[in-house]
């Protein structure tokens, strides 16, 4: 609502089960959406109604050009020249393996490698987005062998490497996600005995092409 205006065209390039194609559809914007699980692709396309607004899923690698020629047809097809807010929300790196295919960047051998990828597809996006629109990134850290790995810093920084101004950082606390819920005990067990503090949060960075 913020970032946009009905009839724009909303990106993301790691798709997943879908949240922002039902987000984009229930707030009348159109939409693309990419991810390397073609089974999450076929999911959602049963499921997102494109009567008014187009929804567009692809099965594909974002780090790679050709995922991207594909979408700029669909953007010649459709009469649009541009995406006007993109919407990045990758693996945090290596914590949950999405996949087997080997250009899933959860599957990256070193926290380099997955940056390396994730610049791919930032680049990638912002070949396609409108000049002063905004790419957002959900992102959250690790823990990994005794270290805080701040994968979020890191994001930023491959973000602001490509030119994009930062414009704000959400922490979402995560307390209460379900994902996490009834694991309270065992996440503060794991946090006293291994000196560090409990994960409640994630970032949502938002910057201006
Ligand atoms: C954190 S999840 C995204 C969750 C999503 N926001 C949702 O609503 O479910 C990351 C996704 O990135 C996908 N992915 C990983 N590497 C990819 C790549 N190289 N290209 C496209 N998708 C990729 C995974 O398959 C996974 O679905």
Known sequence: MRYT?????????FVGSGTTAYEAESLSRHFIGVDIQPELIKHIKSNV????????????????????????????????KNIQLAILHPPYANIIKFS?????LSNTKSLRDFL?????????TLDLLEKNRYLTIVIGDKYTQ?????LGFYCLNEAQKLGLTLKSIIIKNMEGNRAKQNKEAIWKYRALSSDYYIFKHEYILIFKN
């Open 5 to 13: 205006k009905r009839n724009d065209v909303v990106f993301d390039p």
């Open 49 to 80: 109604d494109n009567k008014n607004y187009f929804a567009e899923l692809v099965a594909g690698d974002s780090t790679d050009k050709n995922t991207f020629s594909n979408i700029t047809e669909i953007l010649n097809r459709k009469k649009k």
């Open 100 to 104: 087997n295919h080997e250009k899933d």
């Open 116 to 124: 390396n990828g994730f610049s791919l597809v930032i680049s990638n």
């Open 146 to 150: 005794g270290k805080w790995i701040p």
